[in-house]
């Protein structure tokens, strides 16, 4: 089955752009999607088809993909961007990355 | 604004069948073609998809999870239900539904319910 690897954690410093990868075998040639999750709460589609924002997803948040990885970047980051962050992906199934604790420093 | 809404039993004894239920406000669960899906959370852990339906009652199931899962749809009611059996402690999770998007080659979710602690407990 399809795997996808994401960093455990990434540290970003307020204000300064984060980058979270999302690694998997000629991911380039799948559709990648992203969600937030902060704690105690339901995920948020936050990134849909690797680069588009549902509405009221602030232009902060951008996607890309290419070759094995896709990545998403949340410039000007927050302290409310500090959350969990998974992508996903459908192999016939769906199938979810092991997400990525983001701390806003 | 679409709303989804789990609910359902909190507590399950082992080998016995779990039963949830998600009510769908603020839309139709016939109109737009979207699938209608299952994912759950284990305690401090990553999302598993479980499985979806559409309103005409096709469904699709994680092979992993296919032998023991359900999906039915109640379009009468708006709303879409699952059933698990045979459970044990490793189906303790918070289960979630969601309204899936696609195109011809992918699917994503959203709008996601609140989401329902399910613990597997005798």
């Known amino acids: 089955s399809y795997e996808l690897t994401q960093p455990l954690s990434v540290s970003v410093a307020l204000g300064q752009t984060a980058r979270i990868t999302c690694g998997g075998n000629n991911i380039g040639s799948k559709n990648v999607h992203w969600y937030q999750q902060k704690p105690g709460q339901a995920p948020v589609l936050v990134i849909y088809r690797d680069s588009n924002r549902p509405s009221g997803i602030p232009e902060r948040f951008s996607g890309s993909n290419s070759g094995n990885t896709a990545t998403l970047t949340i410039s000007r980051a927050q302290a409310g961007d500090e959350a969990d962050y998974y992508c996903q992906v459908w192999d016939s199934q769906g199938v979810f990355g092991g997400g990525t604790k983001l701390t806003v420093l | ?122």
């Open chain 2, 1 to 122: 604004q679409l709303q989804l809404q789990e609910s359902g039993s909190g507590l399950v004894k082992p080998s016995q069948t779990l039963s949830l239920t998600c009510a769908v406000s603020g839309g139709s669960i016939s109109s737009g073609g979207y699938s209608w899906s299952w994912i759950r959370q284990p305690p401090g852990k990553g999302l598993e998809w479980i499985g979806y339906i559409y309103h005409s009652g096709s469904t699709y199931y994680n092979p992993s999870l296919k032998s023991r899962v359900t999906i039915s749809v109640d379009r009468s009611k708006n709303q879409f239900s699952l059933k698990l059996s045979s459970v044990t402690a490793a189906d303790t999770a918070v289960y979630y539904c969601a309204r899936g998007d696609r195109t011809v080659t992918t699917y994503w979710f959203d709008p996601w319910g609140q989401g329902t602690l399910v613990t597997v407990s005798s």
